[in-house]
């Protein structure tokens, strides 16, 4: 719960990881239902430091926009008056997002960016699907509910960084030896690539 507050305090899809962690939760608990009853004030307790502890950074970062602004989402004001960007359908999302990704006129920074958000939630949907065949469903509520809310918006945006922190991606190449050679001919000149851009001041994302 700690941990997870963490998350919520720094980044919006800590939410995600909330979510994932009240499902896992709940399968474990329903599968050890013999041995510990459901209905009990252990369970209160647990789910209150699993739900209540993550989500309090978000209140009191509310609470300190009412008290600087007069708004509590002030953020959400911000992102749609500077960046133009609000919650939206995700086709919405996708049609805007390939519009900018084919668009003439504007920097290869750019486009590669465009791209990658594209790639992005492409691999959050098959990482969810695949979670799922698996039966692995905190992991894939985690993952599921970090693509909905990366592509739930008036553009897709910030879904390179979030695939960093699927940590179950990792745990599935990592039980796959053979993809290993694959990923590191890939993953070491794409990180080369970002490096590089950041260091000369073209990075979009």
Excluded: K, N
Aim: proline content about 4%; glycine content about 8%; overall charge positive.
């Amino acid at each position: 719960g700690l941990c997870a507050a963490g998350a919520t305090g720094t980044r919006i899809i800590g939410v995600a990881l909330v979510a994932g962690l009240v499902v896992e939760y709940a399968v474990q608990r329903w599968r050890a239902r013999d041995e510990l009853p459901l209905r009990s004030w252990r369970t209160a307790v647990e789910l209150g430091w699993l739900v209540v502890v993550p989500l309090a950074p978000l209140v009191a970062f509310a609470v300190y926009f009412q008290a600087r602004t007069g708004h509590w989402d002030a953020y959400t004001h911000a992102m749609r008056d500077h960046w133009q960007r609000g919650v939206d359908w995700p086709w919405a999302g996708l049609e805007t997002t390939v519009r900018a990704a084919l668009a003439s006129g504007q920097g290869t920074a750019y486009q590669v960016f465009w791209c990658a958000e594209l790639a992005a939630v492409a691999i959050g949907v098959l990482l969810t699907a695949v979670l799922l065949s698996q039966a692995r469903w905190g992991e894939a509520t985690y993952v599921g509910v970090c693509t909905l809310i990366i592509s739930c918006s008036t553009y897709w945006a910030s879904g390179v960084r979030a695939v960093l922190v699927w940590f179950p991606l990792y745990v599935l190449l990592a039980r796959r030896p053979r993809l290993l050679a694959p990923c590191l001919w890939v993953g070491a000149p794409a990180a080369a690539v970002f490096v590089l851009a950041f260091t000369r001041g073209v990075w979009v994302d």
